[in-house]
């Protein structure tokens, strides 16, 4: 359907659109029009992503003259090959609606992992493992060599694309990773670099959070991008978390044994090239009393991960006079390995500032500031002028540099704290000294700084005023959207008792309670007697689900609920959780319904949804916070506090319902859709608590439901199931209109919005 807001014709490639979709392209074009940034929180399952994609690439459109290009972020591999394929489908619209000036660009770009077709790179079994493999293969110094000794091995992809240089391009198009490979192995072009290359040139870019967040990687990836750019960050509930991991680093004892021996391997090379090529180790030299290396001039092979500072953190000046030698630096690293060995050498706790840590640096290594702040672009040109490829074998030095430069960058925001052992196995020695960020906008702020509009939207940004706070930026559109429905398809509950009237819930003190847990165990039993198909439970961690598995497993009662239907469990394992995905889902397709056990904040939580008959239930035990005593957490806490007023009960509690609607809004994914949610925990009947819920699941949540026992859930579970049952009308009754055709939106527009909608 094609139709109008304001001065854009909007292209929606279906036939019926839902009226809050309309209402998200129309604050979103506000947001673009105003050259600002935006937060929208939209209901899982009304059609976000085509929103988005339709109003930017139709807004594109409408302004021929000053084309915008669109960044659409994700966190999954999995996410960026739906979106793409959504996007390919309102591709194929526009085209046939306007022809070849609807053509665009767009393609996925991931990692060489994801990307590869040479097969003998691609039996490395990690990501770096398979990046070096790369190196070997097409770094210009390894190309030199082959080109006077026909024995070294290269890549043939590789060379065909530096072969066909300019001519090198891909048609317009969309194009998933898979439609990458089969293009690449048809021309004979190497797939990864030749997505690298056609970035500037693309509409439309879908790749991962890293690729803008992260220093190491934006620097190479995103930097040609201009400021004409929408940049959309979906799912993006946990963004902050995102930042923080960006530029924070940990260093553990096995990290410092192996920066020895890379430093070793170092030494023995630079003592090679001494007497092989010594000219080499000069001209590095000579380049670094100029000022460092800069890297436009290395070509795409040889660019390594860039500066973990950000990009206006960095010095524009000469490297340190004790740092140009190659060996000096090799011993001013070893002086920085042996004081962070000692610093791991620590039966207590330690946290202190960044400064106090620079300066403890200085009087006992002998190390300054500045020369920590070079130390991982020295480390970087070292590595090229010595040629080296093994860069997965490298990745114990790069991370002390890592973490020397980011200590001798920021003052603000950053902790180092030294914990001699993980707090819940105190008796495993296990020493880590971590730096860890606390303030989320550092790694963003570039991001807003340098695009005109960043939008970030997810199903669950409640309560929306705390992230512009979190992230420090001022958006000049923020809302939340209602869910319109044709009948009452999602039905909230908050359990606070069993059939006992005993209270439930994890709070510490009571969750090891044996009438706590036979009380969970019950309601289950209850629920899978009376819920078809597949039921999917959340705990608070894997130790608790382990503990009260293992308990119902001595009582019988899981033996009750295997009667019923079959259980499957997520495990820390990737593979085995995916098996047992697998296999769930299989039983749920043959009738027999299944039981899958996960854990909040874990990988089944985030990415995998539960649609139709695959969650007709979802039981949420307990409040997921995360572990408070963790040092970390608790310097987070306090840096929130202190600079952004922000409380530590009000950010706990926001932290773990954001996990809690995420978990229980896997089970609904489309209005057609239908399933419940039980909020098992008397603490969720705390208004403070549960007014963070998102508004699309507290306007279903009626006050009868709010302090419920099991038998009165089973109750209102039949009658909820009973009521799905019957037939509906799709387009909605009562003067609702939930799916609206073009002539809708044409009535809509003349009379005003609020007529059709709710």
């Given at each position: 359907?094609?139709?109008?807001?304001?001065?854009?014709?909007?292209?929606?490639?279906?036939?019926?659109?839902?009226?809050?979709?309309?209402?998200?392209?129309?604050?979103?074009?506000?947001?673009?029009?105003?050259?600002?940034?935006?937060?929208?929180?939209?209901?899982?399952?009304?059609?976000?992503?085509?929103?988005?994609?339709?109003?930017?690439?139709?807004?594109?459109?409408?302004?021929?003259?000053?084309?915008?290009?669109?960044?659409?972020?994700?966190?999954?591999?999995?996410?960026?090959?739906?979106?793409?394929?959504?996007?390919?489908?309102?591709?194929?619209?526009?085209?046939?609606?306007?022809?070849?000036?609807?053509?665009?660009?767009?393609?996925?770009?991931?990692?060489?992992?994801?990307?590869?077709?040479?097969?003998?790179?691609?039996?490395?079994?990690?990501?770096?493992?398979?990046?070096?493999?790369?190196?070997?293969?097409?770094?210009?110094?390894?190309?030199?060599?082959?080109?006077?000794?026909?024995?070294?091995?290269?890549?043939?992809?590789?060379?065909?694309?530096?072969?066909?240089?300019?001519?090198?391009?891909?048609?317009?198009?969309?194009?998933?990773?898979?439609?990458?490979?089969?293009?690449?192995?048809?021309?004979?072009?190497?797939?990864?670099?030749?997505?690298?290359?056609?970035?500037?040139?693309?509409?439309?870019?879908?790749?991962?959070?890293?690729?803008?967040?992260?220093?190491?990687?934006?620097?190479?990836?995103?930097?040609?991008?201009?400021?004409?750019?929408?940049?959309?960050?979906?799912?993006?509930?946990?963004?902050?978390?995102?930042?923080?991991?960006?530029?924070?680093?940990?260093?553990?004892?096995?990290?410092?044994?192996?920066?020895?021996?890379?430093?070793?391997?170092?030494?023995?090379?630079?003592?090679?090239?001494?007497?092989?090529?010594?000219?080499?180790?000069?001209?590095?030299?000579?380049?670094?009393?100029?000022g460092l290396a800069l890297r436009g001039d290395l070509s795409g092979t040889d660019q390594w991960l860039a500066n973990p500072a950000l990009p206006h953190d960095i010095l524009k000046e000469a490297v340190p006079g004790n740092i140009r030698r190659a060996e000096h630096f090799v011993h001013v690293l070893r002086r920085l390995l042996q004081y962070l060995e000692?610093?791991?050498?620590?039966?207590?706790?330690?946290?202190?500032?960044?400064?106090?840590?620079?300066?403890?640096?200085?009087?006992?290594?002998?190390?300054?500031?500045?020369?920590?702040?070079?130390?991982?672009?020295?480390?970087?040109?070292?590595?090229?002028?010595?040629?080296?490829?093994?860069?997965?074998?490298?990745?114990?030095?790069?991370?002390?540099?890592?973490?020397?430069?980011?200590?001798?960058?920021?003052?603000?925001?950053?902790?180092?704290?030294?914990?001699?052992?993980?707090?819940?196995?105190?008796?495993?020695?296990?020493?880590?000294?971590?730096?860890?960020?606390?303030?989320?906008?550092?790694?963003?702020?570039?991001?807003?700084?340098?695009?005109?509009?960043?939008?970030?939207?997810?199903?669950?940004?409640?309560?929306?005023?705390?992230?512009?706070?979190?992230?420090?930026?001022?958006?000049?559109?923020?809302?939340?959207?209602?869910?319109?429905?044709?009948?009452?398809?999602?039905?909230?509950?908050?359990?606070?008792?069993?059939?006992?009237?005993?209270?439930?819930?994890?709070?510490?003190?009571?969750?090891?309670?044996?009438?706590?847990?036979?009380?969970?165990?019950?309601?289950?039993?209850?629920?899978?007697?009376?819920?078809?198909?597949?039921?999917?439970?959340?705990?608070?961690?894997?130790?608790?689900?382990?503990?009260?598995?293992?308990?119902?497993?001595?009582?019988?009662?899981?033996?009750?609920?295997?009667?019923?239907?079959?259980?499957?469990?997520?495990?820390?394992?990737?593979?085995?959780?995916?098996?047992?995905?697998?296999?769930?889902?299989?039983?749920?397709?043959?009738?027999?319904?299944?039981?899958?056990?996960?854990?909040?904040?874990?990988?089944?939580?985030?990415?995998?949804?539960?649609?139709?008959?695959?969650?007709?239930?979802?039981?949420?035990?307990?409040?997921?916070?995360?572990?408070?005593?963790?040092?970390?957490?608790?310097?987070?806490?306090?840096?929130?506090?202190?600079?952004?007023?922000?409380?530590?009960?009000?950010?706990?509690?926001?932290?773990?319902?954001?996990?809690?609607?995420?978990?229980?809004?896997?089970?609904?994914?489309?209005?057609?859709?239908?399933?419940?949610?039980?909020?098992?925990?008397?603490?969720?009947?705390?208004?403070?608590?549960?007014?963070?819920?998102?508004?699309?699941?507290?306007?279903?949540?009626?006050?009868?439901?709010?302090?419920?026992?099991?038998?009165?859930?089973?109750?209102?579970?039949?009658?909820?199931?009973?009521?799905?049952?019957?037939?509906?009308?799709?387009?909605?009754?009562?003067?609702?209109?939930?799916?609206?055709?073009?002539?809708?939106?044409?009535?809509?527009?003349?009379?005003?919005?609020?007529?059709?909608?709710?």
């Amino acid at each position: 359907m094609k139709f109008k807001i304001e001065d854009v014709t909007v292209y929606f490639p279906y036939d019926n659109i839902y009226p809050e979709q309309y209402e998200y392209m129309v604050e979103l074009k506000r947001a673009l029009d105003a050259k600002g940034h935006c937060l929208l929180e939209m209901p899982t399952g009304t059609g976000k992503t085509i929103a988005l994609l339709s109003l930017i690439t139709s807004y594109r459109l409408s302004r021929p003259d000053s084309p915008i290009k669109l960044v659409y972020c994700t966190r999954t591999v999995h996410e960026m090959e739906k979106t793409l394929g959504e996007l390919k489908i309102l591709h194929d619209y526009q085209v046939t609606h306007l022809g070849s000036q609807a053509k665009i660009l767009s393609l996925g770009l991931s990692s060489r992992k994801n990307l590869c077709v040479n097969p003998k790179v691609l039996k490395a079994e990690n990501r770096d493992s398979v990046d070096a493999a790369c190196r070997k293969r097409t770094a210009s110094w390894v190309r030199a060599l082959a080109a006077e000794n026909p024995n070294v091995e290269l890549c043939d992809y590789f060379e065909n694309h530096e072969k066909a240089a300019e001519n090198a391009l891909l048609p317009p198009g969309v194009y998933t990773l898979e439609d990458l490979r089969e293009f690449g192995k048809k021309r004979g072009w190497c797939p990864y670099f030749l997505a690298r290359h056609m970035v500037q040139f693309a509409n439309v870019i879908v790749y991962s959070y890293q690729y803008l967040l992260d220093p190491k990687v934006a620097g190479i990836i995103s930097k040609e991008l201009q400021k004409e750019t929408v940049v959309v960050f979906d799912e993006a509930h946990n963004i902050d978390n995102v930042c923080i991991e960006a530029l924070s680093v940990s260093v553990r004892r096995v990290t410092l044994e192996g920066a020895n021996r890379n430093l070793n391997k170092i030494r023995q090379e630079i003592d090679r090239f001494k007497a092989t090529d010594a000219g080499r180790l000069r001209a590095e030299y000579n380049r670094l009393i100029e000022g460092l290396a800069l890297r436009g001039d290395l070509s795409g092979t040889d660019q390594w991960l860039a500066n973990p500072a950000l990009p206006h953190d960095i010095l524009k000046e000469a490297v340190p006079g004790n740092i140009r030698r190659a060996e000096h630096f090799v011993h001013v690293l070893r002086r920085l390995l042996q004081y962070l060995e000692g610093r791991l050498d620590t039966e207590n706790v330690e946290k202190e500032s960044p400064v106090s840590f620079v300066s403890s640096v200085n009087s006992q290594a002998g190390i300054e500031q500045k020369t920590l702040k070079f130390c991982y672009d020295r480390l970087h040109s070292l590595m090229m002028t010595l040629e080296i490829t093994d860069t997965d074998e490298f990745l114990p030095i790069q991370t002390v540099c890592d973490f020397a430069t980011l200590v001798g960058t920021y003052a603000r925001g950053f902790s180092i704290i030294i914990e001699p052992y993980d707090e819940r196995m105190p008796h495993i020695p296990d020493p880590i000294l971590q730096l860890s960020c606390h303030d989320a906008s550092l790694a963003i702020k570039p991001v807003f700084d340098r695009f005109q509009s960043v939008v970030i939207t997810s199903g669950t940004l409640s309560p929306i005023d705390l992230y512009p706070r979190l992230l420090s930026f001022n958006p000049v559109v923020s809302r939340s959207f209602k869910m319109s429905m044709t009948r009452d398809c999602i039905c909230p509950m908050v359990l606070t008792r069993g059939s006992d009237q005993l209270p439930v819930s994890t709070k510490f003190d009571m969750r090891s309670d044996p009438g706590v847990v036979r009380n969970y165990g019950k309601l289950l039993v209850e629920m899978v007697s009376v819920v078809p198909d597949g039921v999917v439970c959340f705990f608070v961690s894997y130790s608790y689900m382990d503990g009260i598995i293992a308990t119902w497993n001595e009582t019988g009662i899981l033996k009750e609920i295997t009667q019923q239907k079959l259980v499957f469990f997520e495990t820390q394992d990737v593979v085995e959780t995916t098996l047992a995905l697998d296999n769930y889902r299989r039983a749920c397709d043959c009738g027999r319904g299944a039981v899958f056990f996960s854990v909040a904040r874990g990988k089944v939580a985030e990415g995998i949804d539960f649609d139709r008959h695959y969650g007709r239930l979802v039981v949420m035990f307990g409040v997921p916070f995360q572990y408070t005593l963790s040092k970390i957490l608790l310097a987070r806490l306090e840096y929130l506090r202190d600079t952004f007023q922000i409380k530590e009960g009000d950010f706990l509690t926001f932290d773990a319902l954001r996990q809690a609607a995420q978990c229980v809004g896997r089970v609904i994914r489309s209005k057609a859709d239908y399933g419940m949610m039980i909020f098992a925990d008397k603490r969720y009947s705390r208004h403070d608590k549960r007014s963070k819920l998102p508004g699309w699941i507290l306007s279903h949540l009626r006050d009868a439901h709010l302090n419920l026992s099991t038998d009165m859930a089973i109750h209102i579970a039949r009658e909820f199931l009973r009521k799905m049952a019957q037939p509906y009308d799709k387009t909605g009754t009562m003067g609702r209109k939930t799916l609206l055709t073009q002539e809708d939106l044409e009535k809509m527009a003349e009379t005003g919005v609020q007529d059709m909608v709710y």
